[in-house]
């Protein structure tokens, strides 16, 4: 075969041949679900429940927790939330970015170990930890990214217009503001990567330097390392949202919160 010809398949194939098939999702119990979030060591998942208004502070919502086959769903693992959407994990605690508090849980004991107002938050979204545990949250009502180092908040961008869906990967934090997926380096330099097709919720590398892309309203994308942007998922016809997904890189499934349709669904990526 020819050099040329071989490497135009090979792209062809690289860019053109993913899909997503369903393995599970669970029954429409779920109360509001707006963010999962894989503990690929404990097999579990973590998923945000905002049980009511999306951005009423009304103390209904909470994080429930399932085993990663979709079994033995517990709604009350924690209670007492308001309307809790991205989730992020370090060591033994996961951060929860609640309206404009991130709230610290310790995954031993179920319990809120602290309360960590942002200054002028109102519309925390996205949050996403790094390997040495500084925390990104992102307020999409004031178009704000805030940096937590030691949990002391110091604003990291502003004039994001749209921000939601965050992603830290090395010193490199990945953002969806709106339809522009950009990322972020340490001097707060942003370089665009790709245009969505739809304003941008979850976001996971696939370690190739390709990520998914998931959009609110009932989408699931590909975005290539090039730029190039590809539908895996559409489910807005059967109202079926796509919020803040979640990714194990290992076994290469994807869980999605479904929102409004109250369940949580996985699928194979291939």
């Known amino acids: 075969m020819k050099p040329l010809l071989f490497a135009l398949l090979l792209f062809f194939s690289s860019t053109h041949s993913q899909q997503l098939e369903k393995r599970w999702e669970t029954d429409s119990v779920v109360a509001v679900p707006e963010s999962v979030l894989p503990d690929t060591q404990n097999g579990l998942l973590y998923v945000s429940l905002i049980d009511g208004n999306p951005w009423d502070a ?51 004991t179920a319990q809120a170990e602290k309360r960590i107002p942002i200054p002028g938050a109102s519309g925390l979204n996205d949050i996403t930890v790094t390997d040495e545990g500084i925390i990104y949250v992102s307020d999409s009502k004031t178009a704000r990214i805030w940096r937590l180092e030691k949990e002391q908040p110091v604003l990291f961008l502003e004039n994001m217009q749209g921000v939601n869906g965050l992603k830290a990967v090395g010193r490199e934090l990945y953002i969806a503001s709106g339809k522009s997926f950009v990322k972020a380096d340490e001097n707060k330099t942003i370089t665009k990567l790709a245009e969505l097709p739809q304003p941008g919720d979850g976001i996971e590398p696939l370690g190739n330097g390709d990520f998914l892309a998931s959009a609110w309203s009932g989408y699931i ?48 990526l291939k």
């Open 58 to 108: 009304d103390a209904k919502g909470g994080i429930a927790r399932l085993k990663d086959d979709g079994t033995n769903y517990d709604s009350a693992w924690v209670k007492g939330l308001n309307a809790p959407k991205g989730l992020g994990l370090y060591k033994n605690h996961l951060y929860v970015a609640d309206i404009s508090e991130v709230v610290v849980i310790n995954t031993k």
């Open 221 to 268: 994308f590909y975005v290539s390392a090039n730029g190039t942007v590809k539908t895996l998922l559409e489910t807005s016809a059967s109202k079926k949202n796509t919020a803040d997904i979640g990714y194990d890189p290992v076994k290469k499934i994807v869980y999605v919160p479904t929102f409004f349709a109250k369940t949580v669904a996985a699928y194979q």
